[in-house]
């Protein structure tokens, strides 16, 4: 699809000979090799650049492609806000109910994996029929992301 993902490690891979990677341990009594890692690996997601995308306005982390944006008709906590499919480098907290514009529904706040600042929120479920499409779906805040790539 159009959402690919390209994925990078930090530190990279043991493959690259990276110093934060130490060795595998082998003692003459195992038999199996012990891996120990110095530091644990962070993964980002890094949508194509040939693509519109948007990203935090606080780290710059991608958030999501343009191909997946539903609607910019949407109302958040700190002003505008756009409704996506799907989103990268996002992190959800617990679904609670609140009573939102349009309704009670069920949303979890979601925020940056890179910088956690609070972006939005995903709706985990909405109790009116009319709002059902909204299922899955999340908000981002205006206030929180800017247009990168190709955007004229």
């Known amino acids: 699809t159009a959402f ?46 040939c693509h519109r995308t ?7 982390a991608h958030l999501a492609n343009h191909d997946e944006l539903i609607s910019k008709s949407f109302q958040g906590s700190q002003g505008r806000a756009y409704l996506f499919n799907s989103v990268v480098n996002v ?16 949303v979890a706040d979601i925020y940056c994996e890179n ?15 009319s709002q059902k499409y909204k299922e899955g779906k999340y908000i981002i805040e205006l206030a929180h992301m800017i247009k990168d790539n190709g955007w004229d």
């Open 54 to 60: 948007y990203s935090c306005i606080h780290c710059r």
């Open 115 to 129: 910088c956690k600042t609070t972006l939005g929120w995903k709706y985990e479920h909405a109790f009116e029929s």
């Open 4 to 49: 690919t993902c390209v994925f990078r490690c930090f530190p990279c891979d043991p493959s690259c000979g990276s110093a934060s990677w130490a060795a595998p341990e082998f003692t003459p009594h195992s038999a199996a090799p012990m891996v120990k890692m110095t530091r644990s690996k962070t993964f980002q997601a890094y949508l194509p650049s």
């Open 91 to 106: 992190g959800c907290g617990p679904a609670e109910e609140r009573v939102l514009l349009t309704g009670l529904h069920a």
